[in-house]
């Protein structure tokens, strides 16, 4: 049914989740799979004098992103798969928003994306990409929600 599943990795333990699902949903299904490493690289600045290094903090950014898809790259490995990986580069343009381009140029016909399900306060915060996936996206979205706190 699914032939391109996309799936978006953050390095938390949520997006772990995410993973694992996309990765035996992949299995299950005969798909490709695709993982995708947003780095946000808005750096809102109050106080240009306060030594704020850009460059170093971007690199070092896409530096620990590669390295959470190598993770995910890996773990798809051990599972008998063969995955790709895309880091994409935003300046200030929502994550959810990459998500969604990056399905539809790749094409991907389902995203497999974690969610923390915060409500309330936490949630109005921090915002929610998972949410803005699921109202924009053109294809189907799963979403795997983060381990209940006992």
Request: proline letters at 3%.
């Amino acid at each position: 049914m699914y032939k391109q599943i996309l799936c978006p990795v953050d390095g938390s333990s949520s997006s772990k989740r995410g993973m694992v699902e996309a990765i035996q949903l992949a299995k299950d299904q005969n798909a490709k799979l695709r993982f995708l490493h947003v780095v946000d690289t808005f750096y809102p600045m109050m106080d240009v004098t306060a030594g704020l290094n850009v460059i170093e903090i971007a690199e070092a950014l896409n530096k620990n992103g590669k390295k959470i898809l190598k993770k995910a790259v890996d773990a798809a490995q051990k599972e008998g798969l063969t995955a790709e990986a895309e880091i994409r580069e935003s300046v200030g343009e929502a994550v959810a928003q990459f998500i969604v381009s990056e399905a539809k140029k790749w094409p991907a016909d389902l995203i497999v994306i974690s969610t923390h399900g915060l409500r309330g306060i936490s949630r109005l915060v921090m915002g929610s990409d998972a949410e803005t996936v699921v109202r924009t996206s053109h294809v189907p979205v799963l979403l795997v929600r983060s381990q209940a706190k006992s």
